[in-house]
């Protein structure tokens, strides 16, 4: 019998095996696709032949700092990593840092007045110490990463979303961190509670008006405040452990003024500027004929989610605002990873060449929770409590999805510098 004939034989049974097996995950898949109140979406046929046909990864770092002091450092730090490294080990290294970070001063500054004139549980001095180190190793490896891809030839799509995505998620993580370190109480340089939301609203929105800015230009101009932020919050958290928080809050009063009314001046200078350099950069990009939208109402679709978004996030604290008092760290939480839900989608538009939703996906849910909690007022801290853990679940299967959609579709692996097996 010829092999031809044995193939044709053969062929039946293993096909039909193969489709069963296909079938078993697919099947899984939807189940898991369809676990939430709407359908979390997945990258289109479209979007994926934009990442493998029309990407092209363009970055411009005019900063100071970054380019004689960080660059350099991360040039030669990058060389004690072995080329089998994966860049997005290191990079998802870095969140971890944070992620760290984040949890010990939760742990010991839930409600942001441990350090409080009031408080009779202050941080202890060692996790100062300890979060300055950790936030210096996530803002090193988040330099470093795509050094390393360079250096051994595995850049991909893939790390240049995974990179910014995670990014992100740390924006929010920042002020919150901070808060820590200046407590909630107005008297001594703190932050309230009513004003943190406003605060959270000016790092994020630098963060946006960024990738917005890439969406029409095609060109991340990466800011110069983001490697001295950087820096500044390594310098606190150790300052915090040498001379204790409030030694550090009277030193800046003393010497400037109160840390409170530091954050009044610099937040409209951030939003003044943010936006001021990226109108003139889309309006450069604009007259050179680079720019990828030419009508006023496709260069602001992106908008309209995030209005929406902060209108549905920071009306919460002020319709309810005992609710949002009691508790205001799951407010934070809610708000940070429904950012980073839409913005990642943003960015993937923006690298696929893709037109962006008018309304993203995650405001659904948002704009029940806040239609519950703020319209009907029922039980406003028990909804912002379940939708908190809900945006953190949906983020989380939503990268997992993009992830997985991308490796397969570019026949690599996430964390090894590796083709896939066909």
């Not at 050179?288 to 209005?307: A, L």
């Not at 960015?347 to 696929?352: E, K, L, P, T, V």
Request: hydrophobic share 45%; charged share 10%.
């Amino acid at each position: 019998m010829s092999s031809d004939v044995e193939q044709l034989l053969e062929a039946p049974e293993a096909s039909s095996d193969r489709e069963t097996v296909n079938n078993g995950e697919n099947v899984k898949r939807g189940i898991w696709n369809y676990i939430y109140l709407y359908k979390m979406p997945q990258l289109s046929p479209d979007t994926l032949v934009g990442f493998s046909t029309r990407y092209k990864y363009s970055a411009i770092d005019t900063s100071p700092l970054s380019k004689y002091v960080m660059h350099p450092l991360w040039n030669w730090g990058v060389t004690f990593f072995p080329t089998w490294v994966a860049p997005n080990v290191m990079t998802f290294a870095g969140y971890i840092c944070l992620l760290i970070d984040y949890c010990l001063l939760a742990h010991y500054d839930w409600t942001f007045t441990a350090e409080n004139e009031s408080s009779q549980a202050n941080i202890p001095r060692w996790v100062w110490f300890l979060v300055a180190v950790l936030h210096a190793a996530s803002h090193h490896l988040d330099g470093m990463d795509g050094k390393q891809a360079r250096r051994t030839g595995s850049g991909s799509p893939l790390g240049e979303l995974m990179d910014h995505g995670i990014d992100s998620n740390c924006m929010w993580m920042l002020p919150i961190s901070l808060m820590s370190v200046f407590g909630s109480n107005p008297a001594t340089g703190g932050i309230t509670m009513m004003f943190a939301p406003l605060l959270m609203l000016a790092l994020t929105f630098n963060f946006w008006v960024n990738h917005w800015e890439k969406y029409n230009t095609g060109v991340l101009y990466l800011p110069w405040m983001f490697d001295i932020a950087q820096v500044t919050v390594v310098l606190v958290f150790l300052a915090a452990g040498i001379m204790t928080p409030m030694g550090l809050r009277n030193l800046i009063a003393d010497n400037f003024i109160p840390f409170n009314q530091i954050m009044y001046i610099i937040i409209p200078i951030g939003f003044t500027g943010a936006i001021g350099l990226s109108i003139l950069n889309i309006r450069l990009s604009y007259q050179s004929g680079t720019n990828r939208y030419n009508s006023f109402g496709e260069m602001m679709r992106p908008w309209v989610s995030y209005i929406l978004f902060n209108f549905l996030c920071l009306t919460f604290p002020y319709f309810c605002q005992e609710d949002y008092l009691s508790n205001p760290r799951v407010w934070t939480i809610a708000y940070g990873f429904t950012f980073s839900n839409i913005v990642c989608r943003l960015m993937i538009n923006q690298m696929s060449h893709t037109r962006c939703e008018l309304i993203e996906p995650p405001i659904i849910p948002l704009f029940l929770a806040w239609f519950l909690a703020v319209v009907l007022q029922i039980s406003p801290a028990t909804i912002i409590t379940l939708y908190s853990v809900f945006s953190m679940f949906s983020f989380t299967h939503y990268c997992y999805v993009v992830v997985n959609d991308l490796c397969d579709h570019l026949n690599i692996c996430a964390f090894s510098i590796t083709s896939k097996r066909r």
